[in-house]
């Protein structure tokens, strides 16, 4: 694909309507993530957490995006220690120090709410802690770049300088996209690049921003169960999402928490 006109041509321009549906989708998914947090706990099973997020979404209207996508079985993924993402949930009992990224997606009324944050079970180490803060910060140093006339590659600058700053590497296999009426859409939001790069950035564009940041080596692969992404090093790794329309002046961060539990620790 070409780096400009190839690819932002492809990026769609929603309307002020479309920014409703967004909100509302991007509430429920943030709702969700609050909700789960008290159920973060050692000696439960992911397989718990996932059926939480689907009654809590089903109950509210919404269809979980990711159950039958691409034949994908659940209704979140949960990603634990040096899983980078796609966990699926099932038997795995959390540990006292396990970090946990919780993804979910709410298809309501049509339009895509998807959002995840990290969560921890009992005591987390200091090194897990200070990873979850800066892909925390690397998240929200992107989020303040996304304004018309910046660039996609000035998102990617920012996450990727903070993170190498702190001596932590960006994974390269997996990146923010497109969201609205479809899950993934154009463009691909990676987390690393150079100022000026890429297409830039306009009002009405809806797109995530998920950077996983990893302690050790920046490299993954996947598990012979097709989805589960993890660090080739079996270093920790961590993620947050958040999803944002692009407005006149700025964004619109539709995944915001209502509770403000926005990364551990969480109040007990
Ligand atoms: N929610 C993930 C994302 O941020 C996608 C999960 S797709 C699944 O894009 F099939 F793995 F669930
Ligand atoms: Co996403
Ligand atoms: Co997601």
């Known amino acids: 694909m070409d780096k400009q006109g190839g690819e932002s041509r492809r990026i769609i321009l929603h309307t ?22 008290e159920h973060v706990r050692p000696g439960v099973t992911t397989g718990h957490l996932d059926q939480l997020c689907h009654d809590f979404m089903v109950e509210r209207g919404a269809v979980p995006a990711t159950l039958g996508y691409r034949g994908y079985t659940k209704s979140s993924c949960i ?34 709410g998807d959002s995840s944050r990290m969560y921890v079970a009992g005591t987390p180490s200091t090194k897990a802690r200070l990873l979850m803060d800066v892909t925390y910060e690397s998240l929200m140093r992107g989020i303040a770049m996304a304004k018309p006339g910046n660039t996609f590659g000035d998102i990617g600058h920012a996450i990727q300088t903070y993170v190498e700053k702190h001596r932590f590497t960006v994974v390269r296999d997996f990146c923010g996209h497109g969201i609205g009426r479809k899950f993934h859409a ?9 100022p000026g790069e890429g297409a830039k950035l306009a009002p009405g564009m809806f797109f995530t921003i998920e950077p996983m940041v990893n302690a050790g080596r920046y490299e993954v692969k996947i598990l012979d169960d097709g989805w589960t992404a993890v660090t080739r090093d079996r270093s ?10 692009i407005t006149e002046t700025g964004c619109e961060i539709f995944t915001l928490s209502p509770a403000g539990l926005h990364k551990p620790p969480y109040a007990a």
């Open 79 to 112: 990603s634990i220690n040096h899983v980078v993402c796609h966990g699926i949930p099932g038997e795995r009992v959390l540990l006292d120090g396990d970090i946990l990224n919780i993804d979910v997606t709410a298809l309501l009324d049509g339009w895509h």
């Open 186 to 194: 154009p463009p691909n939001v990676l987390h690393f690049g150079r």
């Open 16 to 37: 002020p309507e479309d920014f409703e549906g967004m909100r509302r989708a991007g509430a429920l998914a943030a709702a969700c993530l609050d909700m789960i947090t």
């Open 236 to 245: 920790l790794s961590a993620q947050f999402e958040h999803m944002i329309g």
